[in-house]
C-alpha cells in the first residue's frame, strides 16, 4: 500500500516545481519537471475519478503548444536567423508597426514560440499532477476558514473534468453493453447532463446535512497530519528549485 501524504505536499512540490520552471525558462528544466511528474503520477495512482487529471492536462498542454506554434509561425514579430520556410505575407494596417502575417519563417522564431509553449504546457502539467495525486476532499479539510469557500469553488472545478470524463466513459461502457455499437455524442450528451445535475443535487444534499453555513466555527479536528516524510518531499523539492534557479 502506498504511503500517503498530507493533501498540500503535492500542491507544495508542484508551485516549487512550477516556480523552478518558469524563472529558469530552460526547454530542458520543463522537460524534467514533466517527466518527474509522470513517473511520479504513475507511481502514485490509485484509481481514483481524479486520477486522471494528469493525461489530461498532459492533452491540454500539448494542444496549447502546437496552436502557439502555429501562431508562431502565421503571426509575431519578424525574428532573424535561418529561414526553414515562407508563408505567403498578409498586409496590415499601419497601426499595426512591427507585426505581421506570414513572411519568412527562421529556426529560431520555431523555437522561441515552441519554447513559450512547453513552458505553459509544463505549468498546466504540474496543477494536474499535483490533481491527480491529491483528494480533493482531503485538501478541503485542511484550508483554514477564511478561504473555505474559496476552496470549495476550487475543489468542484478541478474535480469536474475528471468526474465528467468518468461519467462519459462509463455512459459510453452501458450503452455499448446493449447493443450499441457506435455512441454518438447526441446520445451521450443527455445522460450526461442527467447524471451531472443529479451528483450536484448529491453534492448539495450531503452539504446541507452537514450544516455546512450554518456555524461559522471550525472544527479543530484535523484528520491529516504533517508528517517527516512531507517535510521531506517539500525540502528536496525546495533544495532542488533553488539549485535549478540560482544555477
Given at each position: 500500500m502506498k504511503r500517503s501524504l498530507h493533501p498540500l505536499t503535492m500542491?507544495?512540490?508542484?508551485?516549487?516545481?512550477?516556480?523552478?520552471?518558469?524563472?529558469?525558462?530552460?526547454?530542458?528544466v520543463a522537460l524534467g519537471a514533466i517527466g518527474?511528474?509522470?513517473?511520479?503520477?504513475?507511481?502514485?495512482?490509485?484509481?481514483?475519478?481524479?486520477?486522471r487529471s494528469y493525461w489530461i492536462a498532459l492533452r491540454i498542454g500539448a494542444?496549447?503548444?502546437?496552436?502557439?506554434?502555429?501562431?508562431?509561425?502565421?503571426?509575431?514579430?519578424?525574428?532573424?536567423?535561418?529561414?526553414?520556410?515562407?508563408?505567403?505575407?498578409?498586409?496590415?494596417?499601419?497601426?499595426?508597426?512591427?507585426?505581421?502575417?506570414?513572411?519568412?519563417?527562421?529556426?529560431e522564431r520555431l523555437s522561441s514560440s515552441l519554447h513559450e509553449g512547453l513552458i505553459i504546457a509544463t505549468v498546466i502539467a504540474l496543477f494536474g499532477a499535483a490533481t491527480s495525486l491529491t483528494s480533493p476532499h482531503k485538501v478541503l479539510r485542511t484550508l483554514p476558514f477564511f478561504i473555505y469557500e474559496i476552496g470549495i469553488t476550487l475543489v468542484i472545478a478541478t474535480s469536474l473534468f475528471p468526474?465528467?470524463?468518468?461519467?462519459?466513459?462509463?455512459i459510453r461502457l452501458a450503452q455499448q453493453l446493449r447493443g450499441h455499437e457506435k455512441v454518438s455524442w447526441r446520445g451521450l450528451a443527455l445522460p450526461l447532463l442527467e447524471e451531472s445535475l443529479s451528483r450536484s443535487l448529491q453534492l448539495a444534499a450531503s452539504m446541507d446535512s452537514r450544516g455546512f453555513g450554518v456555524s461559522r466555527k471550525r472544527s479543530r479536528y484535523r484528520p491529516e497530519?504533517?508528517?517527516?516524510?512531507?517535510?521531506?518531499?517539500?525540502?528536496?523539492?525546495?533544495?532542488?528549485?533553488?539549485?535549478?534557479?540560482?544555477?
Open positions: 500542491w507544495i512540490w508542484a508551485l516549487l516545481l512550477i516556480t523552478a520552471v518558469v524563472l529558469t525558462d530552460r526547454a530542458w518527474v511528474a509522470t513517473v511520479l503520477v504513475k507511481a502514485r495512482s490509485d484509481g481514483s475519478p481524479w486520477g494542444v496549447i503548444l502546437v496552436i502557439r506554434a502555429v501562431v508562431g509561425v502565421l503571426i509575431g514579430v519578424p525574428i532573424p536567423g535561418r529561414i526553414l520556410f515562407t508563408v505567403p505575407i498578409i498586409d496590415l494596417p499601419s497601426w499595426m508597426p512591427g507585426i505581421r502575417l506570414g513572411g519568412a519563417v527562421t529556426l468526474q465528467l470524463a468518468q461519467s462519459a466513459r462509463r497530519k504533517w508528517q517527516i516524510s512531507d517535510s521531506a518531499v517539500v525540502a528536496l523539492t525546495l533544495l532542488v528549485s533553488s539549485a535549478l534557479v540560482l544555477a
